[in-house]
T-cell receptor, first 114, second 108 residues
Framework: SAVISQKPSRDICQRGTSLTIQCQVD?????MFWYRQQPGQSLTLIAT?????????ESGFVIDKFPISRPNLTFSTLTVSNMSPEDSSIYLC???????????FGDGTRLSIL | DAKTTQPPSMDCAEGRAANLPCNHS???????VYWYRQIHSQGPQYIIH???NNETNEMASLIITEDRKSSTLILPHATLRDTAVYYC?????????FGKGTRLSVIA
């Protein structure tokens, strides 16, 4: 399966600031996704990152708060904007091939907002 | 996507088989059953998936009932390293949607 690297692995940020998380895959993939895992909770899908076009966001997530880029088939970024303590979570990148091929996950970015 | 129901927690003795059940009574004909696990501080790890036939790989076996309304993940010889949250997810050609999963504790 693809090797997925996320940077940074963790960060502590001040409220009101923004952070961009990078996801790099070692091979071309069709699908890329971003998830959030709040403390003690399961994973929630934020959006599907589409190459060369705007991401497709799930209900409750908006582009102004979580802008996403995907310039090619191996790289995507998620920005968490104007952060508040409620944004403290693990943010995970996930990738998949076409159809029903399994999704694979990186180890995530652990974000704490003070 | 169809909803799944899993017990919130289970215990298993080390070396014994761990059998994790999952109900998915509203599964559609083109939806697969996927199993993932998440060990603390790591991203979810893919285990196995199937459509209607039983499947086996180096990690586990997946038993799907004939009516496809339920399935069981079997870890044949559980070890302490298998302690994790296990997610059963029904999915078609859409992203994974996670429920709360089953927290499996393997006890020495």
């Amino acid at each position: 399966s693809a090797v997925i690297s996320q940077k940074p692995s963790r960060d502590i940020c001040q409220r009101g600031t923004s952070l961009t998380i990078q996801c790099q895959v070692d091979s071309q993939v069709t699908m890329m996704f971003w998830y959030r895992q709040q403390p003690g909770q399961s994973l929630t899908l934020i959006a599907t990152a589409n190459q060369g076009s705007e991401a497709t966001y799930e209900s409750g997530f908006v582009i102004d708060k979580f802008p996403i880029s995907r310039p090619n088939l191996t790289f995507s970024t998620l920005t968490v904007s104007n952060m508040s303590p409620e944004d403290s979570s693990i943010y995970l990148c996930s990738v998949a091939g076409t159809g029903v091929q399994p999704q694979h996950f990186g180890d995530g970015t652990r974000l704490s907002i003070l | 996507d169809a909803k799944t129901t899993q017990p919130p927690s289970m215990d298993c003795a080390e070396g014994r088989a761990a059998n994790l059940p999952c109900n998915h009574s509203t599964i559609s004909g083109n939806e697969y059953v996927y199993w993932y696990r998440q060990i603390h501080s790591q991203g979810p790890q893919y285990i196995i998936h199937g459509l209607k036939n039983n499947e086996t790989n180096e990690m586990a076996s997946l038993i799907i009932t004939e009516d496809r309304k339920s399935s069981t993940l079997i870890l044949p010889h559980a070890t302490l390293r298998d302690t994790a949250v296990y997610y059963c997810i029904v999915r078609g050609n859409t992203p994974l949607v996670f429920g709360k999963g089953t927290r499996l504790s393997v006890i020495a």
